[in-house]
Each structure stands twice: as C-alpha cells, then as structure tokens.
C-alpha cells in the first residue's frame, strides 16, 4: 500500500507529457470540490427550513398529545397525573377542550376548530411570540376573549380593536333537534376577538383559541377535556423524554393515545425527510456525472503510462499493485476536490449563519435564507462523494493492469 501510495502521489504533481490530461485532472478536482460544496449549502439550506417548520409547529403543538383511545371527552384523574406535575422533566400540563364550531362574526359566517385552552396553556404556549395585531390575551376580567389565524380572520373580517363580539354555536347535547325552530337546537356564547396569529397556513385557517370555561360552557361540560398537552423542560434529551412518554404511555393504559411531535404530525415530517433523501439523491447524481471526469482522466493516464507499467511489471510489480496504483491516483483526485469542497462548503454555511448575507425575498418569517450545519450531513456527503470517487477508478485501473 505504502509503494502504490507513493507512486500515485508522484503521479498527481507530475507534469505530464499531454498537458491535457493535467487540465482535465485540475477541472476534475474543481468539479468534485463544486459538488461537495453544493451538497452540504443545500443540505445545510434545507435544515434551516426545517427547523423553522419544527419551531413554529412547538409553538401551537406540545411535546405529548393525551387523548382518548374511544369516545371524544375525559376527565384527566388519577395517580400518573399527580406523578407528572412531580416530574422534573416536565414543565407543565395543559388541559384542551377541541371542537369543529360554526363561528358568526358581524355579517361573516365560517366553520372553525375552536380550542379552548386552561390558563397554564396561556403562560406556556408560545403563541404570543406569533400574534401580529392586538395581544395574546383569552381573559378581560370575567369577559372571555379570543385570538384567531391571519386567514380566518381576513375571511370574518375580524379586527381586535372593533368591539363586535364572535359568537360561536354548537348543537346542544341536552336538547333535541327541532325541524320547526333548528336554532333553538343550537348552543351559542360570545367572545371578543384579542389577538391574530400567524403560524403556518394551516393552522391560521381554522383555528381559534379561547377560555377553557367558555368552550365547557358551549359544550355543557364540566370538568372533562378532549385532550392533555404536556410540554418538557427545555433542552432535554432525546432519552428523557421517550421514557416520560413510555412512563405517560404504560400509566394511562390502553386506553389513551399517547402521541409525540413527530406522530402528531406524522405525515408532515416524513414529507421533509422525503423531501431531503429526494434533494440528496438529485445532488449524488450531479456529482456521479462530475466523476466521470475522473474516469476519462484516468483512462487518459494510463494510456501515457504504458512504459511506466511495463518497467514496473519487470522490476516485479504484479497486476494488483498496478491497480492499486491508478486506483488511488484517481481517488486522490476525488479526495483534493472532497477536502476543497468540504472546506468551502462548511464556510459558507457558518458565514450565512453568523452574518446572513443572503437575503430572503419577499416578506417571510426570516429576513435572511436559514442554514444549519449538522456535522452527520457533513459525514454522509463526504462517504458519499469518497465512495463514489473510489468507485469510478476501478474499470480504469483494472485495464492499466491488464493491457501491458
């Protein structure tokens, strides 16, 4: 390995006798170095938008998402409760109260998923990190407020500083529906829009937040919800809080659902790792096309070294250590343009990130293109491009070996 090494290295300085194959061997290396530097930008581009997608998601979702196995309400008792709010782990647990409602606001009218939320949702949500008019605010006194997505509020027309109030109406669960009178079938309560919301598209559509006691009070309940939101400390790991959701999981049985982040929004997260297997598989293949520069350069080499391979046969240099020779001359080559590029690369990444040079166009959540650099990126791009780079000399280096 040691002799080969040396003599493949020698190659890659020499001059050659065709100044072509050094061009091409320079403009092989450029290109390697070119795709390298692309597939960490791009990779490291994409996790940006991930984790603005993930961040803006944990302002509106919790950590773990109890709900009932069967039927829509519970009332949220019993030990593993009490040991949950004793849980160093966890910050806190809210209670939720979820309905689809038909929501009538001055002259506009619209369908909306209406949460009604306790006060320990209101001091840990971070929703008033996305309120773009008036304030997070669901109490004035004894008067219930509300605050409601961009969306929807451009469909009701809904602005905080009118003092129109909402009214949201629910079917009545005690009384029976009249074909004479359908309105006396209804349940109704007013509420006073506070705060607009912008979260994601998705979310500003349909959803408004209110009291908790004002959604009991629509649905005449008591003390049930429809579901439990528990949110951790800040920066616990990864193990930690699979064992408070095997923990929430096993106390609660069978029947309760138990769902964290990613089962939540279980489609939406494996889109984005679609999204990024599709986006590295595209930028692979530019860079297998750029390598077979390395294979024509190779190729080229060995053609000009046929009396080098045929004084080293007769000095005793058998077929393998032919092959080993050309095959590292053209992975060196890889290699050079890996090292470039991945220096590059991983430069232009913490530049953006610390200065945010590149900016965004139009009025986005961001004023400059996020990037983070995740060194497991970094690692799979540079296996990926080394691999390939080793793979493309072996027909060359095998022919060299057996041509003289």
């Not at 009384?175 to 919301?197: D, M, Q």
Request: charged share 20%.
């Amino acid at each position: 390995m040691g002799i080969g090494l040396k003599i493949a290295w020698r190659y890659l300085f020499a001059r050659k006798k065709q100044n072509v194959i050094n061009i091409i061997s320079a403009i092989s290396a450029c290109g390697m170095a070119v795709g390298t530097a692309a597939l960490i930008i791009v990779l490291s581009v994409y996790n940006g938008f991930d984790s603005i997608v993930t961040s803006t998601m944990s302002s509106i979702e919790p950590d773990l998402l109890v709900t009932p196995a069967s039927g829509k309400y519970f009332v949220p008792e019993g030990k593993i409760y009490d040991s949950l709010y004793n849980d160093e782990r966890v910050a806190s647990l809210c209670c939720i109260l979820e309905e689809t409602v038909f929501i009538s606001y001055g002259k506009q009218q619209a369908t909306a998923t209406v949460r009604g939320v306790d006060e320990i949702y209101e001091q840990e949500a971070r929703v008033e990190d996305k309120i773009v008019r008036g304030e997070f605010k669901l109490h004035r006194g004894s008067v219930p407020l509300a605050c409601l997505g961009t969306a929807l509020a451009h469909r009701l027309e809904a602005n905080p500083a009118f003092v129109t109030p909402m009214e949201i109406w629910y079917p009545s669960r005690t009384r029976k529906f009249s074909t004479i009178n359908p309105a006396a079938s209804l349940e109704s309560v007013k509420v006073w829009p506070s705060g607009i919301f912008r979260i994601n598209s998705e979310v500003d559509e349909r959803l408004v937040l209110v009291p908790v006691e004002t959604m009991r009070e629509l649905l005449d309940l008591k003390d049930e919800v429809s579901a439990v939101e528990i949110r951790f400390i800040e920066g616990l790991s990864a193990r930690d809080a699979v064992e408070v959701r095997q923990k929430v999981s096993e106390g609660l049985g069978k029947d309760f659902v138990v769902k964290d982040r990613y089962m939540q929004n279980e489609s939406l997260y494996k889109m984005m790792r679609y999204e990024k297997a599709a986006i590295y598989l595209i930028l692979i293949f530019m860079v297998l096309v750029i390598s077979l520069n390395v294979y024509g350069n190779l190729t080229m080499l060995t053609i000009e070294k046929r009396e080098d391979i045929f004084t080293l046969k007769s000095m005793g240099a058998n077929n393998a250590l032919i092959r080993r020779i050309f095959r590292l001359e053209g992975w060196l080559i890889t290699l050079v343009g890996l090292v470039i590029g991945a220096a590059v690369g991983i430069a232009v990444v913490m530049i953006q990130e610390q200065f945010g040079i590149v900016k965004m166009p139009g009025g986005f959540l961001v004023s400059a293109y996020p990037v983070i650099l995740q060194w497991a990126d970094v690692a799979l791009v540079c296996a990926s491009v080394a691999l390939i780079g080793w793979l493309v000399t072996l027909a060359p280096s095998s022919r060299a070996a057996k041509n003289v």
